[in-house]
């Protein structure tokens, strides 16, 4: 909310808010639109005052910032615990936003993208220094970066740049293995290195007391179709057969006493976690 004050006139006093682009909301009326983004109260109450001195004689014009609590929220989705928008009111650096948001998760990918739309904020590539550069209508362009989170975690300091209003931050989500059946644990595994069938089951918990060692299905989906390759955990161990790598999005299946084989590969829905709607995520403020 800004207000503007001609001094010793009532009738060309205003107060309103930016547009989407970041012009003053009415300063229409004035004949030509003038830019609010990234401006200061000393520049707007300049560049007002030169647009009514066309009409009024050594105009005094008064700026006030009243209100800045309607800025663009900011947005950490992704792989992280509690996805969340940020109101943001001070300085606050990428690290702190993902611990606000709970931490990272197991399913993390390698990489994080903050995305900076345009005319939401006065910083055009993110950067650890945080200074703000201002900019125009014209040159306020849609920026990303991408962040190895490796780098981040190992405290370098371009990795963990200053988040603004308005910047979505994603944390990449790595591609899913999903690991079924005759486990102690069934659940989706994050496909980074080169995970093999063996390993896989491990993870899950191993093979649970009614499942099969000998029968150990992996389901791969290659164009429109899906190939069924099958494996046998005692072999593997025995070294007598290959400890198979697996791709993203394979299905392995332990065989479980007493269950028929199966006649069609099982369908998993893939869940992306946090990266629904926006505006359904929780609003937290940064002060």
């Known amino acids: 909310m800004i207000d503007v004050d001609v001094v010793g006139s009532i009738e060309f006093d205003w107060r ?12 229409d009326q004035l004949g030509v639109e003038i830019y609010g983004l990234c401006r200061t109260e000393a520049e707007l109450a300049k560049a007002i005052g030169e647009h009514y001195s066309r009409i009024l004689r050594n105009p005094e014009v008064v700026v006030r910032i009243l209100d800045r609590s309607n800025r663009p929220t900011a947005l950490v989705t992704g792989a992280v615990q509690n996805p969340a928008r ?9 690290n702190e936003l993902i611990v606000l948001a709970g931490g990272l998760t197991d399913m993390l990918g390698g990489e994080i993208r903050v995305f900076r739309p345009p005319n939401l904020s006065c910083v055009g590539r993110p950067s650890s220094a945080g ?3 201002p900019v125009s209508a014209s040159s306020n362009q849609p920026v990303s970066i991408d962040i190895r989170i ?29 690991v079924i059946g ?10 980074r290195g080169d995970l093999t069938v063996s390993r896989a089951v491990a993870t899950a918990g191993g093979v649970a007391r009614n499942g099969i060692e000998s029968a150990v299905t992996v389901y791969r989906r290659s164009g429109g179709t899906t190939k069924v390759i099958e494996m046998d955990l005692r072999a593997i161990d025995a070294e007598s057969a290959e400890d198979m790598t697996l791709l993203p999005f394979d299905i392995v299946e332990v065989g479980m006493r007493g269950n028929e084989k ?18 359904l995520f929780p609003l937290r403020i940064v002060d």
């Open 16 to 27: 309103g808010s930016l547009t989407p682009e970041g012009f003053l909301d009415g300063s």
């Open 86 to 94: 940020f109101q943001i009111r001070r300085p606050v650096r990428l």
């Open 131 to 133: 200074a703000a550069v």
């Open 150 to 178: 490796t780098d981040l975690l190992a405290g370098i300091r371009d990795a963990n740049p200053y988040i603004l209003s308005g910047d979505v931050v994603t944390v990449n989500e790595a591609a899913p293995i999903y």
């Open 182 to 191: 005759g486990v102690n644990s069934p659940q989706a595994i994050p496909s």
């Open 262 to 279: 199966r006649l069609f590969p099982p369908v998993i829905m893939y869940d992306r976690m946090g990266m629904g709607d926006g505006k």
